[in-house]
């Protein structure tokens, strides 16, 4: 059984920086697609950043330049460092990947169909 499990949300000022984890066990790690995505209050889960093998990584807009993802595959860990945090990215952060192990759009969160429990990264003005 697959499962994800993030860590290292917390409560930052804006400006500041945090590390998220998400320890991934139960499957072959380096071959899959791993996306972290992020919902705000009353708002849709969005894409924030995403894998694949081969260095080929994806951001939405409103990150590029702040955040960076990266994958440790000896460790079975997919990271998202968050730099210059904004009141904005308020937001419980998921930790995602589909079975099939790759996806046809990024930012299509029906085609995740493992997802972690979430981890909640707060940013005050």
């Known amino acids: 059984q697959v499962q994800l499990v993030e860590s290292g949300g917390g409560l930052v000022q804006a400006g500041g920086s945090l590390r998220l984890s998400c320890a991934v066990s139960?499957?072959?790690?380096?071959?899959?697609?791993m996306g972290w995505f992020r919902q705000a209050p009353g708002k849709e889960r969005e894409l924030v950043a995403a894998s694949w093998t081969g260095g080929i990584v994806y951001y939405t807009d409103s990150v590029k330049g702040r955040f960076t993802i990266s994958r440790d595959n000896a460790k079975n860990t997919v990271y998202l460092q968050m730099n210059s945090l904004k009141p904005e990215d308020t937001a419980v952060y998921y930790c995602?990947?589909?079975?099939?192990?790759?996806?046809?759009?990024?930012?299509?969160?029906?085609?995740?169909?493992?997802w972690g429990q979430g981890t909640q990264v707060t940013v005050s003005s």
């Open positions: 139960g499957r072959t790690f380096s071959r899959f697609v």
């Open positions: 995602a990947s589909p079975t099939s192990g790759s996806v046809g759009s990024w930012s299509n969160k029906d085609e995740y169909d493992i």
